[in-house]
């Protein structure tokens, strides 16, 4: 069969979008100012296009799609380095924005990446013949991590998985284990980072930083720890 799909996206001006593309290792594949204002770029099997619209709001934005690969770990590490080296940060907030690597509840690892027209871009590689959402743990903690990271990182409802961490650990007559508070404490920072409050962030880090684990446990929490140090660097 020889088919294949092609998303074609708004957004309010087309070149800051193109300059996002190219910044990624995007090549412009063709660019049209009039009638109507119309692009297109690929990277190797990924191809997308773009419309302007003056009227659209990229910040209230809705656009999504999936791009599906064999090395959503490569990717988001060359994406990651260039956006470094381009904005001299990764941006994690506000237009553009990468976020975190994370492996989902529906056996996809993935990650997402909104672009300066507000289109949300899902990349991600299967993990799992099961594509069903698994159902959340009755443990408590375990419960609160499921929910907090569908909120933070498929939803991006950063204030959402802020309110379900902290209620966590509040906690009195319970207490995570190591490797439940190390988790909660990182996705917290990493959620405090979007929404720019620096001082929560700071303080979660901090905290995460001083949690004891052993070897078998960081290597169990490989991704958090990634995570942790990209957002102490």
């Known amino acids: 069969m020889g088919e294949k799909t092609v998303p074609i996206l708004p957004c309010q001006t087309i070149q ?39 009227q659209y709001e990229p910040a209230e934005s809705f656009s999504t799609c999936i791009v599906q690969t064999d090395d959503v770990d490569g990717l988001h590490e060359i994406f990651r380095a260039r956006l470094k080296a381009a904005y001299g940060r990764v941006p994690n907030r506000g237009l553009p924005r990468l976020g975190p690597l994370k492996n989902t509840s529906h056996g996809v690892r993935q990650f ?12 991600g590689q299967q993990t799992s013949d099961d594509q069903h959402h698994r159902p959340a743990p009755k443990e408590t903690f375990a419960r609160a991590l499921h ?17 379900i961490i902290d209620r966590a650990l509040r906690l009195q007559d319970e ?11 990182v996705l ?16 979660a880090l901090a905290a995460a930083t001083a949690v ?15 995570r942790l140090g990209q957002l102490l660097g």
């Open 212 to 226: 004891h684990l052993t070897q078998e446990e960081q290597e169990s929490v490989h991704d958090d720890l990634e």
């Open 16 to 54: 800051p979008v193109l300059d996002f593309y190219t910044t990624l290792g995007f090549e412009v594949t063709f660019q049209q100012k009039s009638p109507n204002p119309y692009a297109a770029v690929q990277r190797g099997g990924i191809r997308l296009h773009f419309f302007g619209m003056k």
């Open 175 to 185: 207490r995570p284990t190591p490797v439940q508070l190390l988790r909660l404490l």
């Open 147 to 163: 929910h907090a990271s569908l909120l933070a990182d498929s939803k991006e409802d950063a204030a959402g998985a802020a309110k």
């Open 188 to 203: 917290r920072a990493d959620v405090a980072a979007r929404l720019g409050e620096t001082d929560t962030a700071t303080s």
């Open 112 to 123: 997402l990446m909104t672009d300066p027209g507000g289109n949300c871009i899902r990349v």
